[in-house]
Nanobody, 124 residues
Framework: QGQLVESGGDSVQVGGSLRLSCAASGYGGSYYTMGWFRQAPGEEREGVAAIDSGGPIIYADSVKGRFTISKDNAKKLLNLQMNNLKPEDTAMYYC??????????????????WGQGTQVTVSA
């Protein structure tokens, strides 16, 4: 039984940076597509960034140019470098994975395995 464990969430001011990490035991090798999702109170879970097992990377328009996703297959780590944070980035951030290649990389319904989440709060 594998698991995904996120870390790195914190409270920061507008314009600050955070680096989230997801340690994947069992669900994070090279054949897994992995992604970051977030959910603010009262909102639906949305895709932030994802790396397809075949290599392509995709970002939500709202984070392009500010967030960078990276995956270390050997260490089974998924990272999300977040720069120039805005109040609207405040949410619980989740790591997710699935075996193979989904049709829609940023659709949370495509993913099978989820972590417990790490909270990111951005204040003005």
């Amino acid at each position: 039984q594998g698991q995904l464990v996120e870390s790195g969430g914190d409270s920061v001011q507008v314009g600050g940076s955070l680096r989230l990490s997801c340690a994947a035991s069992g669900y994070g090798g090279s054949y897994y597509t992995m992604g970051w999702f977030r959910q603010a109170p009262g909102e639906e879970r949305e895709g932030v960034a994802a790396i397809d097992s075949g290599g392509p990377i995709i970002y939500a328009d709202s984070v392009k140019g500010r967030f960078t996703i990276s995956k270390d297959n050997a260490k089974k780590l998924l990272n999300l470098q977040m720069n120039n944070l805005k109040p609207e980035d405040t949410a619980m951030y989740y790591c997710a994975s699935l075996w193979g290649r989904p049709v829609r990389l940023l659709d949370p319904n495509e993913y099978d395995y989820w972590g417990q989440g790490t909270q990111v709060t951005v204040s003005a």
